[in-house]
């Protein structure tokens, strides 16, 4: 397990019109990252932030861009996100040809990767890359939209994935983080650390609350009750 909780406030939810001033508020609130949702209404059916948005956040944040591509295909948005200041760049198995070839690029371009699986994905994808990936993102929605019920059966996926990772860890020597996105909430974090994860989206439990350092306190309250 690596060292520490991470929580990932998903700017999705943050107020648009204000977006470098959010960024700025959630990191004094206490976020270790700054969650990038980017929807193509292709491979999602939504349309969000592109690159362009992505380098005018970037001066305003002190911590990692983490982003996550929902968009189809990838490997062209790749180096744009890369020159545009993102720290890790995840992406869908289903979303490119050639997965192999995708975690490659992204390390080329000086990022950490991230494979995220959805609800109905199986981890079987995991099997001939965990070795080279930094990230495993678990999704408890369908991707599309924040503001979404967890869907109970993560759990059973978080901790499966958490052995498959914690074996390749063993075996390699690399950290890989086990990160988690949507309806994750004060109320439901600690049931999901336990389950395996140790970086936390969250969105709306976050944007929507008027103190986002109260709120991310008691998140950590929460984490700190794991054992
Ligand atoms: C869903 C996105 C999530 C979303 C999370 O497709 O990938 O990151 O913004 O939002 P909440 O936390 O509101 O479910
Ligand atoms: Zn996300």
Redesign the pocket.
Known sequence: MPDSFRIAP?I??ADCARLGEEVRDVIAAGADLI?F?V?DNHY?P?LTLGPLVCAAVKPHSSVPIDV?L?VKPVDRIVPDFARAGAANISFHPEATEHVDRTIGLIHEQGCTAGLVFNPATPLDWLMHVIDKLDLVLI?S????????A?IPHALEKLRAARRLVDAAMQRTGRPIRLEV?????ADNIRAIAQAGADTF??????F?TPDYKATIARMRAELAQVG
Do not use: R, T
């Open positions: 998903s999705l939810a969650h949702d929807m999602v939504n996550h929902m999704m929605v369908n991707p599309g939209f924040g503001g979404q967890f996105d949507g309806g994750v909430k989206v969250a969105g709306s439990a976050i929507d």
